[in-house]
T-cell receptor, first 110, second 113 residues
Framework: KNEVEQSPQNLTAQEGEFITINCSYS?????LHWLQQHPGGGIVSLFMLSSGKKKHGRLIATINIQEKHSSLHITASHPRDSAVYICAVRSIQGAQKLVFGQGTRLTINP | NAGVTQTPKFQVLKTGQSMTLQCAQD?????MSWYRQDPGMGLRLIHY???????DQGEVPNGYNVSRSTTEDFPLRLLSAAPSQTSVYFCASKPGGLSYEQYFGPGTRLTVT
């Protein structure tokens, strides 16, 4: 079993829909990251969080440390949100290293 | 700041050839790492460095060498390319410490025939 599991693996939605991507992990962590990878391939960091909730524009990330679970929400989704969203955790044992989920491929149709 | 740069963007090698993927960052980050990304799998750590002169193996180090002679540069060497090394390679950097976000390079798409 992977240390970081994302669901769903693929998600297709219509423009304007509320999107939720989930991430579950099995190790103790110091931080959890949400990353975005566009079709061109580049990876950018969206959020880094260790507790609670963070919001940037239409993106919201939450984490529940006790349940070892995080969600990434997109409100009022737009075709430009189409990308692969990756969850990664920095485990307490692994110090600097990140462990990545397999990613969720999101497609927003106009 | 250019951030994290990688060269080349694309490369085709024949089995057995060697090459070096270049990675540089201008943010004075202590920590640098190399990942490979394969279809259906998450990014996997190949090698990492916590500072100049210090490197260590990640999850999938076989067939790759690294060195870190300066803070800025972290090249990845393929000693004798194999088709199993066909992948997209990402270099990343971050400041030292546990809580900083990681910055990724644009990636190198490598095909080994």
């Amino acid at each position: 079993k992977n240390e970081v599991e994302q669901s769903p693996q693929n998600l297709t939605a219509q423009e304007g829909e509320f999107i939720t991507i989930n991430c579950s992990y099995s190790v103790g962590i110091s931080a959890l990251h949400w990353l975005q990878q566009h079709p061109g391939g580049g990876i950018v960091s969206l959020f880094m969080l260790s507790s609670g909730k963070k919001k940037h524009g239409r993106l919201i990330a939450t984490i529940n440390i006790q349940e070892k679970h995080s969600s990434l929400h997109i409100t009022a989704s737009h075709p430009r949100d189409s990308a692969v969203y990756i969850c990664a955790v920095r485990s307490i044992q692994g110090a600097q290293k990140l462990v990545f989920g397999q990613g969720t491929r999101l497609t927003i149709n106009p | 700041n250019a951030g994290v740069t990688q060269t080349p963007k694309f490369q085709v090698l024949k089995t057995g050839q060697s090459m070096t993927l270049q990675c540089a960052q201008d943010m004075n980050h202590e920590y640098m790492s190399w990942y490979r990304q394969d279809p259906g799998m998450g990014l996997r750590l190949i090698h990492y460095s916590v500072g100049a002169g210090i490197t260590d193996q990640g999850e999938v180090p076989n067939g790759y060498n690294v060195s870190r002679s300066t803070t800025e540069d972290f090249p990845l060497r393929l000693l004798s390319a194999a088709p199993s090394q066909t992948s997209v390679y990402f270099c990343a950097s971050k400041p030292g410490g546990l809580s900083y976000e990681q910055y990724f390079g644009p990636g190198t798409r490598l095909t080994v025939t």
